[in-house]
């Protein structure tokens, strides 16, 4: 099993930055790929970014290429969201996940997930 701990989100204004982490603990060396996914209210979870584990490469949905990047850290088994130039569109609960043997973008192909955290952009 592994157990996946988002750090605390935030309110921020429109054009500000803000850097979400996720630890991974227990098996984490089972893990292929991880994620960020959101979900906004009365909107159905939404892919944002993922990075291989051990390859490094990574992939983003449209809305956020340019201005979020995925990061992760192996030895602190860690994996980071840097969100910079964020719009009010950006607020939602933010979902970190974990998948042992796919490196997708749809939420069926991970097997671990965390809390969630809040991030609120204000216009």
């Known amino acids: 099993q592994v157990q996946l701990i988002e750090s605390r989100g935030g309110l921020v204004q429109a054009g500000g930055s803000l850097r979400l982490s996720c630890v991974a603990s227990g098996r984490s060396f089972s893990l292929n790929a991880m994620a960020w996914f959101r979900q906004a209210p009365g909107k159905e979870r939404e892919f944002v970014a993922r990075?291989?584990?051990?390859?490094?490469?990574?992939d983003y949905t449209d809305s956020v290429m340019g201005r979020f990047t995925i990061s992760r850290d192996r030895v602190k088994n860690t994996v980071y969201l840097q969100m910079n130039n964020l719009k009010p569109e950006d607020t939602a609960v933010y979902y970190c996940?974990?998948?042992?043997?796919?490196?997708?973008?749809?939420?069926?192909?991970?097997?671990?997930w965390g809390q969630g955290t809040q991030v609120t952009v204000s216009s």
């Open positions: 990075i291989s584990w051990t390859g490094g490469s990574t």
């Open positions: 996940a974990g998948a042992r043997a796919y490196y997708g973008s749809s939420g069926f192909e991970y097997d671990y």
